[in-house]
């Protein structure tokens, strides 16, 4: 591999297995999140549960709908972080109820900056597969699979939704259109929504902290926005890499960083 894609890799690997946005809120919060989480009601999974599934069902139908430009263009990541932070600052002012509401704009506003992000690294954002990428990112903000001690945490991700990804793409591909019903989709939004369930309770929970309000809501909110542009710029750097490289050799090349790295799991 050329000297400086490897440099990139190295970056990506960095970004990619990088501590949690668990860990990273600790020092917002000042104090585990495990013990921010004891704060919230007992509905709050459900809460949480539903709205994620509601965000990313609406990053499916706005990533296939409305992406369609390929060109280069530097990520414009603090425009939307600004936005992002400041839909988090709803959400810390109204607290668990206004979830229902901020999420699903702070995850199409986090999905616009992602597609920024793939465009800069040559993604074909006018192909499914190239928009259910960027929607792949709100996957990848969480910690390891549990089941899967093998794999880094990104690439135990990746295979995970192989599968569901493939089927997405090819069903929307074949129709034309997206079917929010069709068991494909409803498939492949439960998987991403069950990791990106994860974060979100996390920043629900930190927000629950009592001295916590709209500031350091939208602060929280900037954290989470932050995790997943960071996510997004290792993801699309690997997939450039592939195209030209294969995905065998990239995957071995990245295996092998993290292992020198002491990366392997999160």
Known sequence: MDPVDLTSLE??????????????????????IEAATKLLPARAGAIVSRATTVAVRKAVVA????????HRRAPSKWLHRAAAAGSGGVGGFFGLPGLAVELPISTVIMLRAIA??????????????????CVQVFALGGPAPADDAAETAYYAVRIGLAKALTEAAEYITTR???????????????????????????????QAVPVIGAASGAAINLLFVST????????????????????????????????RTGVRKR
């Open 11 to 32: 970056s990506a690997v960095g970004a990619l297995e990088s501590p949690t946005f668990a860990a990273r809120l600790v020092n917002l919060v000042g104090m585990p």
């Open 63 to 70: 990533a296939v709908s409305t992406m369609g430009a390929t």
């Open 116 to 133: 920024d992000i793939a465009r800069s690294e040559g993604e074909d954002i006018g192909s499914v597969a190239g928009q259910l990428a």
């Open 176 to 206: 034309g259109v997206v079917d929010e019903g069709a068991p494909v989709l409803i498939r492949l939004i439960a998987r991403i929504a069950a990791r990106f369930d994860v974060v979100v309770g996390e920043k629900v929970a930190a």
């Open 228 to 259: 997943f542009q960071k996510a997004a710029a290792g993801h699309f750097t690997v997939r450039r890499l592939e195209r030209t490289y294969g995905a065998d050799v990239v995957k071995s090349e990245y295996e092998a960083i993290a292992k």
